[in-house]
């Protein structure tokens, strides 16, 4: 790497520390390794199981099962009389009782509140020495979780090889398993390969409802997980993984959560062997986020619904201690990806989420959001690489349809610089269905891109609508195939700006962050708009001085410092009124540009050096203005706007000096000869060509 791409790393890495405040950690766990891959997605095994669950009121039996069909009925009612002479009333006590691979467990209809499991820890249970998340709970070893099985679990599964639960009613909501928000978990799943859950609902704990851990294999098939502080199914550092036909709402965080899927495609193109996890045929809504996985690799999303959320779907390498970081190769396709514009944070504002999460109400539609998420979002990618969305209908997000962004390495520990710029790469956007249903009823996402210009191979559908920036590189026919290359190690600074006042969100504080429209800023309070105002009224000020002062004989000079008013007045103007997916941002930086040139144009007759570097500020201006609406400037490392935001600066002091300085203006009707002072009364004539005294640039 040259030293002058090291430096540029460097500055890039700095100005993304701009996203360096997460709120809160997603999920820590104690140090886990990946599967070796060796093993395999479980089968659905038929006949008759070899343990029984179910409770011993058979008046409630007979109720719960009356409404079922014919046969389902009459089976159960049979499992229920084997169930009292030789099963188990909780479930945990039948997984404790599974003494060899492949047996099946068949849960009858009833609520299991695992009384037994329940009771906070004693003795020694209760002095585990371990250390603390940054939510409280302790990071448990797996030998403390062995020995302290119901510190956080309500049924904990360790170490149970090919492992089959199911529930036996006509729904999943027959058979419920409920911590009642006293354990972290209500199921995990831990070392226990080729387990398969199917047909029942777990619900209401302080983390996950169904918690699958370092396994290589597992099917999650027909379950329902609810109302929960974070996630509904989390799955991590798994391989061979399959969620089939599942459904998942009201959790703080996510209802479907595969992080830290097995990193096996990190050497790959598009082009891979396998995916190490499959989600299909299930719905996630009512949630912060349908869809989330930090370090999410190498998974196949298909043939889902992931509506009514503050966001669809989001995938990141925004968090540390996740094995496969960064993020890559996950691909969506054919998913139902709409109204995602749920609004959450009134719920904690108003004090809502600070209470007991058994009297926040989540029963009643309550989520308290954990983390920073702009809601009205369709699929969110912060910090991926390789990913594929492909032929999904993506529609009716009140924000924007897909929102690319890059994470530095530094955020997620580590250090090195060639690594800083190591994400947002090689995405791939082509063929979805934007702003239309699945009837092909109109239904627009208020903006289809959103973008902070980070990263190299990124490409886009010609047909997209309203994006920021307004020209995308297109994708081509074959997957790699890309109209522009671009390979921006940073993204744009207002963009940057916007997402680190927008993630200093805190839960537990109660801290929304002023001036973020996520969470409810308006017009003058977005730090879009204070940034548009502050710059216009700074130039205004300055510009309006130094135009006074030295150009205002000028008709070239006041032309172009009329273009220039509009053109701020017009910045400003489109970032209060959410504008930024048209033409009105390049309109804006085409109009001051061209006031820029005019200004310097005029002023280089008198100051040679400051009129030159105000015409290249009109042309970084100009080129800023292409590269936001007609096409991205190809193999620059940094965006025009950071060039003229950072000579802008030095601009605004220099023409300050030169404004204060005493001297002659430019004579009325001159475009650009300064008039000569007169001689004085006294004392020879200044020498030809020389400056008058004090006029020096």
Known sequence: MSWTRRLLVVL?????????????????????????????????????????????????????????????????????????????????????????PGVNIAVLPGLYEEEPSLPKPAGECARLKAPNSKLGYQILSYAQQRRCPHNQNLVAILGKKDLQIEGTGAERTDVVVDAKYQKLNAIRADGSDGIYFRNFTAQRTTFNSLYVLAQDGFVIDSVLTRWNDEYGFLTFASDHGLYKNCESYGNGDSGIYPGSAS?????????????????????SHHNMVGYSGTAGDSVYVH???????????????????????????????????????????????DGTCAKPPVDRGYEEGVVCPQISMPPGSGIITAGGNWNLYENNWIYGQRRAAFVLTAVPAFIRGEGALAKQADTSHHNRYAGNHLGRDKAGNSRPNRTDVWWDGQGEGN?????????????????????????????????????????????????????????????????????????ALAVAVVLVLVGGVLWWRRLRGSRLAAVAAVLGVIGLGLDVAGSTTGLAATYVPALALLLTGLWWTGTGLVLRRERPWLGWTTVVLGALTLLDAVDKAV???????????????????????????AAARHGDRTAPGETGTPALAAAPATGPAPAPGSAPEGDAS
């Open 459 to 531: 490409c886009w559908q010609a047909d997209a609508g309203p994006s920021s920036p307004r020209a995308l590189p297109a994708c081509g026919s074959a997957r790699g195939d890309v109209s522009v290359r671009t390979d921006r190690l940073v993204g744009e600074p207002v963009k940057l700006a916007q997402l680190l006042v927008c993630a200093d969100y805190n839960v537990q504080a109660r801290r929304l962050p002023a001036g973020c429209d996520w969470y409810g800023a308006r017009g003058i309070e977005r730090i879009e708009v204070q940034l």
């Open 12 to 100: 890039a890495a700095l100005a993304a520390a701009l996203l360096a405040a997460p709120a809160a950690q997603a999920h820590e766990e104690r140090p886990v390794t990946l599967p070796d891959g060796t093993g395999s997605v479980p089968v659905y095994r038929t006949g008759e199981p070899d343990l029984l669950v179910c409770k011993s009121d058979r008046a409630d039996f007979e109720r719960r099962v009356s409404r079922f069909p014919q046969a389902l009925r009459t089976r159960n009612l049979k499992l229920f009389d084997r169930c009292q002479e030789s099963g188990y009333r909780h479930l945990q006590q039948a997984v404790d009782a599974v003494d060899r």
């Open 263 to 283: 990193n096996i495609n990190d050497a790959h193109g598009y082009d891979v062997p396998r995916y190490s996890i499959e989600i299909t045929g299930c719905r």
């Open 303 to 349: 043939d889902n619904e992931f509506d009514h959320n503050m966001g669809g779907a989001s995938m990141d390498s925004a968090f540390p201690g996740h094995p496969g970081l960064p993020q890559n190769h996950a691909r969506f396709e054919r998913n139902l990806i709409h109204d995602n514009n749920a609004d959450y944070y009134p719920y904690v504002a």
């Open 631 to 657: 096409f991205m400037i190809p193999w620059i490392p940094i965006g025009p706007a950071w060039v003229r935001g950072l000579l802008g600066v030095v601009w605004v002091v220099w023409a300050v000096i």
